[in-house]
């Protein structure tokens, strides 16, 4: 019968050593092993043999530009739309599987790798593909099951989103999330932890970018009496708050590597220590991370642990940019309008078909988050029923210098968007580092970053060091 069958994965390597490390691996942990030396043989394998899973090289020339494996890909997704590709690439080369992953990738791995790490990705990137039902990626069938309240939305890649959340949330699998600023990180978050067993206990969120070197142990595992001079009282820590329930630690890629190995030994052991304290006390959390930079860069730079890494991705959501998903922009903005109008008291506001086509043309590098805030200018400011695309540009002058024109984004990049968006938050912000952050929704060293990137200067705040 076939669904009784071992699960068979194909693994496409022009290298002899790793085809047979990654067979004898494989046969051993219960698979079938297909293998191939060369891209042109994998369709033809693909028709001939059912697969479920394959394993698939970046490169295959000497040219090591990982053309090859993109163009394979693309046609192993082309034919084969729902069979989960994982990719195999060196350090040097993990910009380029991301690359892969954005364009139909389930996800990928370095060499070389860790035998124990990898079948666990693949057990799980397996037990994610199998179907539930012909209606998962159905909004009002998801919603029949699960509460994805305050998520807005129907297009395919918030709905992939939305279907691996509901596979994942009853388990206790550490969940990855990505995706740019504004995109709903902390929504999702809260969707898994609402749809979880643990949903009984309320979840402790932190921001990692807010917390100073010099805290971390005490904010994290608490203290005891006495630790230190101004530890009057035992105090709890995050991980103590959240037993029994699910953490949440938004703006991960902020923790510098000090910081890192602390968390890894609790997400390890499962147990930590108060500081001052001469007994370890057990954890039992979930842990669900999110962050807008790409962390396998990061480890690929040494700015983050991959041991670490490996231990906060066994489930990677990826959230599409509002750009990627336009479609879904009128329903967000009618939301958002009714949300903002019970905010403040206000007789209810629509969009004219011109103001929905011109929000649906935007390029949106704050996502949601940016989306909200025009909304809610442009409904304070103008104080009609109906909006018009007249009335956002008005909107748009009157927060800033009435001699300047608003925001013009044709012909720009996303880069100079993003560029000139920060310069007019300086500018209404007077500088000030944690507004300007704030406004911008980046934690003030992500904006510390584009800062220097881009050559702006902030005045700082109040509190900061001279």
Not at 19 to 31: C, D, P, Y
Request: proline share 4%.
């Amino acid at each position: 019968m076939e669904n009784s069958r071992k699960q068979r994965v194909l693994v496409v390597d022009d290298d002899s050593s790793v085809q047979v490390s990654l067979a004898l691996l494989l046969k051993q942990s219960g698979f079938e092993v297909l293998t191939c030396d060369e891209p042109r043989q994998v369709l033809a394998t693909l028709a001939r043999v059912p697969v479920d899973l394959v394993l698939q090289d970046m490169n295959f020339s000497a040219q090591t530009s990982g053309e090859e494996g993109l163009a394979l890909l693309a046609e192993i997704k082309e034919h084969y739309p729902a069979l989960p590709v994982l990719l195999m690439t060196a350090w040097g080369s993990i910009a380029l599987a991301v690359r892969g992953v954005k364009v139909g990738a389930a996800d990928f791995f370095t060499k070389p790798w860790q035998n124990a790490q990898l079948v666990e990705l693949i057990r799980t990137t397996l037990e994610l593909a199998v179907p539930r039902s012909p209606m998962r990626l159905d909004r009002h069938a998801l919603d029949s099951e699960f509460d994805f309240s305050g998520i807005v939305g129907e297009h395919p890649d918030l709905l992939k989103v939305l279907s691996t959340v509901a596979r994942v949330a009853k388990t206790r699998a550490p969940v990855l999330i990505l995706g740019e600023s504004g995109t709903g990180k902390e929504l999702i978050a809260d969707a898994i932890h609402r749809n979880s067993p643990r949903a009984g206990k309320p979840a402790v969120k932190i921001n990692m970018g807010a917390i100073t070197s010099s805290l971390f142990e005490s904010e994290m595992f608490g203290h005891v009496k006495g630790a230190f001079t101004d530890a009057r009282t035992d105090r709890k820590g995050h991980v103590a708050s959240a037993f029994g329930s699910t953490l949440f630690l938004d703006e991960i890629g902020e923790l510098n590597r000090a910081d890192q190995v602390k968390l890894l030994r609790v997400l390890q052991d499962q147990s930590y220590r108060p500081v001052g304290a001469s007994t370890a006390e057990q954890a039992d959390v979930r842990i669900v991370s999110a962050t807008n930079r790409e962390l396998a860069e990061l480890v690929a730079g040494g700015e983050f642990r991959e041991d670490l890494y490996y231990r906060l991705n066994l489930i990677t959501l990826r959230l599409p940019a509002l750009r990627d998903r336009r479609s879904d922009i009128p329903l967000i903005a009618t939301q958002l309008l009714a949300d903002l109008g019970a905010d403040y008291g206000l007789d209810a506001v629509s969009l004219s078909p011109a103001a929905m086509e011109w929000l649906c043309a935007q390029p949106w590098p704050g996502n949601i988050r940016q989306l909200r805030q025009v909304l809610e200018r442009t409904m304070l400011l103008v104080g009609k029923r109906v909006l018009d695309q007249a009335d956002f540009l008005q909107a748009e002058r009157g927060d800033s210098d009435p001699t300047r024109p608003g925001l013009r984004v044709d012909g720009m990049t996303l880069e100079q968007v993003e560029r000139h968006l920060i310069e007019q938050m300086l500018q209404q912000h007077q500088g000030n580092i944690s507004r300007v952050a704030k406004a911008l929704g980046l934690s003030r060293a992500a904006l510390y970053r584009r800062l220097e990137k881009y050559g702006l200067t902030g005045v700082g705040d109040p509190g900061d060091a001279a």
